[in-house]
């Protein structure tokens, strides 16, 4: 096992969060607002969340600076994706996938920050 690093596991538990909000948000991008990328955001946040996790389960088995760099560019994308795939007209997933995906950023920043300046 390489070197941990605990916001690795507090971005894997916001990438299960992630997986499962579609349906633990009562589906709410579907019924809350009838909009045509309700379900394009519930598989993207789906596909997106279950990729942190993988991606932070391989960071956490050994580290490198790749998987922070692949989780920092998936939370960059959560934050984007309510207006890039049109399902921003329902609050409790476009607040969920931005704040979601914002935390994400910081996290996997922090990793690298802490990577870089371990080697200094």
Known sequence: MGKQHWQDWIN?????????SPWLLSHSMVTEVPVAGGILGMWNLSVVGLAVVVICAIALYRFNTLAEWINLLSGAWLVVSPLALGFSASAALTWNSVVSGSLIVIFAGWCLYDARNSRL
């Open 12 to 20: 894997g538990l916001l990438g299960l969060w992630i997986f499962g």
